[in-house]
């Protein structure tokens, strides 16, 4: 599996910007030989961004979902996403859709940070699915955090082979890497769940300012990382918040 990570710039509030980005990264990695393309959080509103009260884009009806699935049939690949899920409630949620644009998965995150609770419901489950690379598990950024990794393992409990992680993952605004470097967490996080259940797992994250909401002023920073099944870091990619890239690594 030739695997795509599309560390995108996410603008809050803009949802036609980002959804153009989105569909121009993925015709990008197809046209290099891409199977699978894993893109950002949230990535059609930004990560705690107000969402739009009032106005639908939910799974798989919505606005946002049409686009990303036009454009894996349309390109023959593979699409993991992260989309702010406007339906009955609000969810940040995640998307697995095949070479078709069909959903294959659809995740709603467990283990939202608690500044993020007034703006999304929460989910309650995991789910994998097969695929023609084997099986698939999904979840979203700091899912893989929860206590004891519970939600990758239990991805790995349920038979998953490679997990997908949406990522938005954001520094102070004064953060300096050349002093502190980024990512511990997420090593941390990833590589028991990848070396007890013998999985792939890659975070992609998306750059730019958050400038709304609970964590203005801060910045994402990309920095998204894949870890092999020995619990070896295969990937990693470049870290600020102009680091708007497209990377590659081929699994298995």
Same mark, same amino acid.
């Given at each position: 599996?030739?695997?795509?990570?599309?560390?995108?710039?996410?603008?809050?509030?803009?949802?036609?910007?980002?959804?153009?980005?989105?569909?121009?990264?993925?015709?990008?990695?197809?046209?290099?030989?891409?199977?699978?393309?894993?893109?950002?959080? &949230?990535?059609?509103?930004?990560?705690?961004?107000?969402?739009?009260?009032?106005?639908?884009?939910?799974?798989?009806?919505?606005?946002?979902?049409?686009?990303?699935?036009?454009?894996?049939?349309?390109?023959?690949?593979?699409?993991?996403?992260?989309?702010?899920?406007?339906?009955?409630?609000?969810?940040?949620?995640?998307?697995?859709?095949?070479?078709?644009?069909?959903?294959?998965?659809?995740?709603?995150?467990?283990?939202?940070?608690?500044?993020?609770?007034?703006?999304? &419901?929460?989910?309650?489950?995991?789910?994998?699915?097969?695929?023609?690379?084997?099986?698939?598990?999904?979840?979203?950024?700091?899912?893989?955090?929860?206590?004891?990794?519970?939600?990758?393992?239990?991805?790995?409990?349920?038979?998953?082979?490679?997990?997908?992680?949406?990522?938005?993952?954001?520094?102070?605004?004064?953060?300096?890497?050349?002093?502190?470097?980024?990512?511990?967490?997420?090593?941390?996080?990833?590589?028991?769940?990848?070396?007890?259940?013998?999985?792939?797992?890659?975070?992609?994250?998306?750059?730019?300012?958050?400038?709304?909401?609970?964590?203005?002023?801060?910045?994402c920073i990309g920095n998204s990382i894949v870890i092999g099944p020995d619990g070896e870091e295969l990937l990693t990619g470049p870290h600020g918040e102009?680091?708007?890239?497209?990377?590659?690594?081929?699994?298995?």
């Amino acid at each position: 599996m030739k695997l795509a990570l599309a560390q995108m710039r996410v603008e809050g509030g803009c949802r036609g910007a980002n959804l153009q980005r989105a569909v121009d990264r993925i015709a990008e990695a197809a046209q290099v030989g891409a199977d699978v393309v894993l893109l950002p959080e &949230a990535l059609n509103w930004g990560w705690t961004h107000p969402p739009p009260r009032g106005r639908r884009d939910a799974i798989p009806d919505g606005a946002s979902f049409k686009t990303l699935a036009d454009a894996a049939a349309a390109n023959d690949v593979w699409v993991c996403a992260g989309l702010v899920e406007i339906s009955d409630d609000v969810f940040n949620a995640a998307v697995l859709l095949d070479r078709a644009g069909e959903l294959v998965l659809h995740h709603r995150k467990i283990h939202e940070l608690p500044i993020a609770h007034h703006l999304y &419901a929460r989910g309650c489950s995991t789910n994998v699915a097969t695929t023609e690379f084997g099986t698939a598990g999904v979840h979203i950024c700091a899912d893989a955090a929860a206590p004891g990794q519970w939600v990758g393992r239990q991805l790995g409990e349920q038979g998953a082979q490679f997990i997908l992680s949406p990522c938005a993952w954001a520094v102070e605004a004064g953060h300096d890497p050349a002093v502190t470097s980024y990512g511990d967490l997420w090593r941390r996080s990833y590589k028991p769940v990848a070396q007890a259940y013998g999985l792939w797992i890659a975070g992609c994250s998306c750059v730019g300012r958050i400038d709304a909401g609970p964590w203005k002023g801060r910045r994402c920073i990309g920095n998204s990382i894949v870890i092999g099944p020995d619990g070896e870091e295969l990937l990693t990619g470049p870290h600020g918040e102009d680091a708007d890239v497209l990377l590659w690594l081929e699994l298995g």
